[in-house]
């Protein structure tokens, strides 16, 4: 039986993908791995997500502390998304997650 995200269990393995799962949110790291970047700026290269879907994957990073939100304070908003300094500890793993998923997308297609 799946854990939820508000009931990550005693293995790290679980903590660790509570925080990583999501369709959209390999993707929006990746992105920012390039620097930081406006939402509309992110959805704009991400295609096939939804703003909603963004947002919230957004919302949970930032409550995660995984990526940093800075608000200009001007009209209309001007809302920049950045990896944090934790968020950057994630590297090494979503690196080896990219590696298995080479082999994995190449066995697949040979299969």
């Known amino acids: 039986m799946a854990v939820s995200k ?11 993908l509570s925080v990583i799962d999501g369709r959209w949110k390999g993707t929006i790291l990746w992105r920012l791995t390039d620097g ?13 997500i939804t703003e909603r879907m963004l947002i919230r ?26 990896i944090s300094d934790y968020g950057r500890t994630l590297a090494p793993v979503l690196e080896a997650l990219c590696e298995w998923g080479r082999g994995h997308m190449t066995r697949g297609a040979a299969g």
């Open 6 to 16: 508000k009931e990550v269990g005693d293995c790290p393995i679980d903590a660790a």
């Open 57 to 82: 994957h957004l919302h949970e990073l930032v409550a995660d502390g995984i990526i940093d939100r800075r608000d200009a304070g001007t009209v209309p908003p001007c809302v920049h998304y950045s």
């Open 36 to 48: 930081p970047m406006r939402t509309a700026e992110l959805r704009r290269s991400i295609p096939g």
